[in-house]
């Protein structure tokens, strides 16, 4: 594989080119009939510089009724939920991380957190997901992206302007998609996430100036067409499956007068198995802005 993949399935990604006004965005609306939804691919981190986010998300905002999340963030956010973040992040009967991968994968693994000061043997009895979102955010960090992102920036916001707000999968459901990354197949998803880490700096720029300009080609080579070609059964499971579950709730929302916003990942927007592209194929309008 040769560009970043795992960057979608954790985080989803980080901004650092200026608004232009004149191009597109990651920002589409849905038509049927006189009704609207509109559609955001997001990005879930951010640094304070990567603020104000193109006008076209404040101007959908501002009209739409209803807020929608890929999930409940609100709960997601409490703490209560760690207690089952844990849980379901913690290997079974008895499973340890190290007895999952080769002796090369988890001594590169083991090499590569003791360089960000982490110790492997504290997470052998955690699933491939816990050690490298650990790693992840530590990555982040480093390039200066640790601001709350697009997400978590209109939750605020619907919370204080008191908007209603909605989710497309309930939170135990998202966080079963989260920690089954790679299972069946973790010493590959390992030695692939350790490749995609030592060129995190490079692809950033690439991968963000297509979100930020709204380039779905672009998007697709850097995000989808790797992904979708090398590890098929994740594919499926985190973007196929899952816009396969939200495509109906979508359609939902056409049948109330409301107009709703939903946000999600981009890379949940593009390709043929796109949530757009299965709302085009079903006759809804579907119009990029800008």
């Known amino acids: 594989m040769k560009k970043i993949i795992l960057m979608k399935i954790l985080i989803f990604l980080f901004l650092l080119f200026p608004s232009f006004s004149l191009a597109q965005t990651s920002l589409w609306s849905v038509k049927k009939n006189m009704d609207t939804v509109y559609i955001g691919g997001t990005i879930h981190l951010l640094r304070k510089s990567d603020y104000p986010l193109p006008p076209a998300f404040d101007a959908a905002y501002n009209d739409s009724d209803v807020i929608?999340?890929?999930t409940d963030l609100n709960e997601l956010n409490q703490p209560s939920i760690q207690n089952s973040i844990i849980s379901k992040m913690t290997l079974k009967n008895g499973e340890k991380l190290s007895s999952l991968l080769s002796k090369q994968t988890y001594k590169e693994l083991e090499d590569f957190a003791a360089s960000r000061g982490v110790n492997l043997k504290d997470y052998d009895q955690f699933k491939p997901a816990m050690i490298l979102l650990t790693l992840t955010v530590m990555e982040l960090q480093s390039m200066g992206i640790n601001t709350d992102g697009v997400d978590?920036?209109?939750l605020t916001k619907?919370?204080?302007d008191k908007k209603p707000l909605g989710k497309l999968e309930g939170v135990d459901k998202h966080l079963n998609y989260m920690s089954s990354m790679g299972e069946g197949n973790e010493d590959k998803f390992i030695r692939q996430s350790l490749k995609d880490f030592n060129r995190t700096k490079k692809y950033f720029s690439r991968i963000i100036k297509a979100w930020r300009m709204g380039s779905t080609g672009a998007l697709y080579k850097l995000?989808?067409?790797d992904l979708k070609k090398k590890f098929p059964q994740l594919y499926f499971s985190l973007l196929v499956e899952r816009n396969n579950n939200w495509v109906?709730?979508?359609q939902s929302m056409f049948e109330n007068d409301d107009t709703e916003f939903v946000l999600v990942g981009v890379a949940h927007l593009i390709g043929a198995d796109g949530v757009l592209q299965q709302l085009r194929r079903k006759g809804y309008k579907v119009k990029q802005l800008k």
Do not use: S
Request: no cysteine.
């Open 248 to 250: 109906p709730v979508i």
């Open 68 to 70: 929608y999340f890929e």
């Open 223 to 225: 995000f989808v067409k």
């Open 152 to 154: 978590k920036f209109y």
């Open 158 to 160: 619907a919370l204080k």
